[in-house]
């Protein structure tokens, strides 16, 4: 099951989801520009997170994103310049093997991956 193209993006009321365990993909663009988006947990069994798929969603501040994850697009945190913690439960080996896209986390000052 996919959270499509588009799905969410540009909801400027969205605060927070939740994504149902039965996701394996987040397309490109799902929730770009959800400005009020302050943080999200990404469950177990997501496997890519799509280009441009969580870009300038200027209030998120932190991301869970589990060891299941094996991509993650290009620019897929662009512009989320108030991101400061990912939240990932492998290990920093697992971490530093996933593939990232160009700029996947661009603008993303001071970001601190934590391993759990």
Not at 2 to 14: D, G, K, Q, V
Not at 85 to 95: A, C, K, L, P, V
Request: aromatic share 12%; glycine share 6%; with cysteine.
């Amino acid at each position: 099951m996919e959270i499509h193209s588009f799905t969410f993006s540009r909801c400027a009321w969205l605060k927070s989801v939740s994504i149902p365990k039965t996701v394996r993909i987040i397309e490109d663009h799902a929730f770009s520009e959800c400005v009020s988006l302050s943080s999200i947990v990404i469950p177990d069994g997501v496997i890519k997170i799509y280009y441009d798929a969580f870009s300038y969603c200027r209030s998120l501040v932190t991301i869970t994103i589990p060891a299941s994850v094996t991509e993650i697009g290009e620019k897929a945190f662009c512009g989320c310049h108030s991101l400061k913690e990912i939240h990932y439960s492998g290990t920093e080996e697992q971490w530093n093997a996933l593939v990232k896209g160009y700029g996947w986390n661009e603008g993303c000052t001071d970001l601190k991956v934590i391993f759990d």
